[in-house]
C-alpha cells in the first residue's frame, strides 16, 4: 500500500477537534485514571523512565506533567562541538537547502518562505544553505534545546493544518512542514549568523510552548502573528532549553550557507540524542 493511500483518511479526520479533545485529556488532572493512562503509555512505547530526574509514574498530576518531564542531571551531555542535536528523535531528513528547496521525503520538498509562513525576505538567508528536520516520537524527551548559542530576534507564529508527522505522513502528504502550524523562532549568533528552529504541530499535538513566551497555542489563531525581541533581549546558551512539545511533533532548523558541516554518522531515519554531535563550522 502507497503512502499517499495510507494517509487519506488524514484529509477527512476531524483533527483540531481531535487535538483540542487530547489537549484536555492532556492537561486534566485525574487521579488513578491518568495514572493508568502514564503507565499504559510508558509500556505501549518504550518510554525510559529510568532517565527521567522523577521516575515515579504515580506523582505526575497530569499526562502533560509526565510528558514534558525533564531528564536526570548528566543524562545527555554536551559533545565538543559548534553545533549539538538540541532533541531526541530520528532524523528524517538533512543537507543542503537545493537554492530555497527542502527535502521532506522522496518526492517530496517544499520552500524556506512557505516554512516561515511567507516572509521571503527571512527566507533568503538561507539560499544554498543547510537544513535538518528531526522527529521526536511519541517515547522520546519532548524538550527542546539549543543547538549553538543564540539570542532570540523574532517569533512568528503560522496557522495551519495538523495532519501528523511521523515518517509515513512526510512521505505522503506533500509539502507537510510547511502545511501544518508552526512556531518560528529566528535567532542570531555571534559566530554563524542567522538561524531558525521552527516547531512543527500535528494532530494530537496539544500544544507548542517556548521558555520566553510559554504557550503559544491554543488558542489556535486564524492568522500569521509576529513577536519581536529587539528591545527585549532573550539570550540562550548551547544546550539551553528553548521549548517543548505536549505530545510528538518534529523541529526543522535552517542554517545559512557554510555554516554547519553535518556529523558524517548522520543519516536519514537514524536515531538522535540531545547533546551529541550535530556538526561543525566547515574548516
Not at 7 to 30: D, E, I, M, N, W
Not at 74 to 102: E, K, M, T, W, Y
Not at 135 to 156: A, E, N, Q, V
Not at 177 to 187: I, L, W
Request: glycine share 10%; hydrophobic share 40%; charged share 20%.
Amino acid at each position: 500500500m502507497s503512502d499517499r493511500f495510507k494517509v487519506l483518511p488524514q484529509y477527512v479526520l476531524p483533527k483540531q477537534a481531535l487535538t483540542s479533545f487530547a489537549g484536555r485529556v492532556a492537561g486534566a488532572r485525574g487521579g488513578a485514571m491518568t495514572t493508568r493512562l502514564i503507565r499504559w503509555f510508558v509500556g505501549k512505547y518504550g518510554v525510559n523512565m529510568a532517565e527521567a530526574a522523577n521516575s515515579d509514574i504515580a506523582s505526575y498530576a497530569s499526562f502533560n506533567e509526565f510528558f514534558t518531564r525533564p531528564l536526570k542531571d548528566g543524562v545527555r551531555p554536551l559533545a565538543q562541538a559548534d553545533f549539538v542535536c538540541p532533541v531526541d528523535g530520528a532524523i528524517s531528513q538533512f543537507g543542503a537547502i537545493d537554492d530555497h528547496r527542502i527535502l521532506q521525503a522522496k518526492g517530496h520538498n517544499f520552500t524556506t518562505t512557505e516554512l516561515v509562513g511567507g516572509d521571503a525576505q527571512l527566507a533568503s538567508h538561507f539560499q544554498h544553505g543547510s537544513f535538518a528536520n528531526l522527529y521526536l516520537s511519541p517515547k522520546d524527551y519532548h524538550r527542546i534545546h539549543m543547538p549553538c548559542d543564540g539570542r532570540l530576534t523574532r517569533m512568528i507564529y503560522v496557522p495551519g493544518a495538523l495532519f501528523s508527522v511521523n515518517p509515513t505522513t512526510a512521505r505522503g502528504v506533500p509539502g507537510l512542514f510547511a502545511r501544518n502550524e508552526r512556531v518560528v523562532c529566528v535567532f542570531e549568533s555571534e559566530q554563524f549568523g542567522t538561524f531558525v528552529m521552527v516547531l512543527v504541530g500535528a494532530t494530537i499535538v496539544g500544544s507548542m510552548a517556548t521558555s520566553w513566551h510559554g504557550v503559544v497555542n491554543p488558542p489556535r489563531m486564524a492568522r500569521i502573528c509576529d513577536w519581536s525581541y529587539d528591545s527585549e533581549p532573550v539570550v540562550l546558551k548551547k544546550g539551553e532549553e528553548m521549548g517543548r512539545f505536549l505530545l510528538g511533533s518534529t523541529v526543522v532548523m535552517l542554517f545559512k550557507e557554510k555554516t554547519i558541516s553535518f556529523n558524517k554518522d548522520w543519516a536519514p531515519e537514524r536515531s538522535v540524542r540531545l547533546g551529541e554531535l550535530m556538526g561543525n563550522r566547515p574548516v
